[in-house]
């Protein structure tokens, strides 16, 4: 539980070091290379970036070591790495027999090993690395490169080569124009090579029989003719997106598919030959293909905030402006969705009817007028299925009365050793009476209760319910009916009727305090529980105290579907 968690958190706050910008589909393209000249770049890694590459993240701009490393500081566990590799040691025996877990078990551990001593900007450096990197992923081609930058090659080397020592793995070496570099797959029509030159960690994967021409594209050595710097692509798509200069980026669909289907990178042309595939036979559909990724052009992706204080993440699905349209009508209003009220809270916003029309409107197009390649089969068929599955007797029954909800948990605590909470959960609709009629299909008891828009708050008393839940108070509004756990007074749940909508294009919203981890903490730590260690219950409380909140939501925005995460860090 605790690795997986960290992991995540600790995923999501330097993903940052390892995104980037890119051009505009309309960008010019450029597929020929030259020899490298100099040049005075502030962002040194973008010169590798062919403006044409179908993908690709980088920075302009890092953040500073010192709080990159206060960062690092205050979100790693208070409990040493010693417990997580002292379990992991005991888990080898049980993974003997999968060669690549058994591997990536040992890989980690060496590693885990080398980080149990850093302690200061200097023990980072030490490892030959730097705290802030700039680094970047792009594609020549489809063919994937990662580059990252070193504070000391040589000591980086040491490093690299004591960790795989301690993991007993040896690595390959081969040549290519002089430069040697290291083979992590020796075996299979493609491996994954490492580099390190000039001050930088470059990873790829190549075919087996790669020429020193591509290896060449792949080092740098040769570089593309234009690219990400040379058009200026990056801060545009930062102005575009409010994004930081620390990370911008996005995927193109429809250079992918060009690449895809009529390859002229030499790196795409490679890797097909090396895993014997021919390119997707899309030449008498490209109507579909035009028609496809007119309406999803791509992803976009970056930081808009990254510091000691607070980082935020953005993934945006880009659709065109008819898709966009079609979203905002889904979404309605639900009475504190997108609020911070409480120690954490929960909403969905989904007009169901107008759901279920959107999804017939587009099933329907894709009858009438379906796409025409094999290749995009599937994709008829899925709307079809999507149809059918959302016409079900539940959907039309609660569809016309629930347009969604948004759940508050106001305390948690330990009463008499059970778990007692307190909260609200607001279930919005345009037809409350037909609303809880619905409900009561499912739950009798609410027949026999007085509700009416403004009237007293009525108990649910029913047989579901469990002797230990606390007790339950309904409340309705013209617009809404809220159920209180633990809560009687019938201007609290007035104020959860009338909480605020919010004024963005919801369509989820979530919200986690300090606090709630805090008092997850301590209802584990108070009814033990063989599968809750005491080093899960120290990470939560951990959590607690170093995260103020964090943020997750998708939004309906100008250029699509938006998708984010932020976590606000206490000071300390």
Sequence with gaps: MKTKLSIAITLALISAGLISGCSDDNEPAATDSHQEAPKNNAAPMLKYIP??????????????????????????PMTSFESDLDEMRAALPHVQ?????????T????????????????????????????AALYGLGILPVLR????????FRTTLQRVLTKADITLSKATTNDTEYWVLTPEGQLKIILVIKDQQLIVSVVPENASDELLDQVLGKTLPDSNIDDTNALAELEQRYDFTPYGAGLLSSSRLLDELSTPTHPGTLALMEAVDEEPLNLSGCQADIDRLTGRFP?????????????VETNFILRTDEGIVSDLRGLTTQVPGLGSSAGMANFGLNLDLPVLIETIQKYARELRETPFSCDELQDLNNSWRDISMAINNPITMMIGPSLSGFHARLDNLKMVNGEPVIAGMLTLASQNPMGLLSTISTFMPELQALELAPGGEPQKIESMMLPPEAPAIYA???????????????????????DAPVSERDLLAYGYLTGE???????IMEKSPSPEVSQSDIEL?????????????????GDAGVEMSFSVELVSP
């Design 540 to 556: 939560f409380r951990q959590y607690g105290n170093t995260f103020e909140n964090m943020e997750y939501w998708m939004e309906v």
């Design 298 to 310: 791509g992803l976009a992706m970056g930081i808009s905030e990254y510091n000691t204080d607070r």
């Design 148 to 155: 990252m930058e070193l504070q000391d090659e040589g000591a």
């Design 516 to 522: 709630f981890y805090r008092s997850l903490a301590d």
């Design 51 to 76: 403006a044409d590459s179908p993908y690709f993240m980088a920075s302009r701009e890092t953040l500073s070591e010192q709080e990159a490393f206060a960062i690092y500081q205050s979100t790693q």
């Design 475 to 497: 409340a309705m509004s013209d617009t809404a009916i809220v159920l209180g756990a633990g809560i009687s007074d019938q201007a609290l749940l007035q104020e959860g009727l």
């Design 97 to 105: 027999d999968d060669d690549v877990l058994y591997t990536f078990m």
């Design 107 to 134: 890989l980690a551990i060496a590693l885990g090993e080398e980080l149990i001593g850093v302690e200061s900007i200097e023990d980072v450096h030490a490892l030959g690395m730097k705290m802030s990197p700039q």
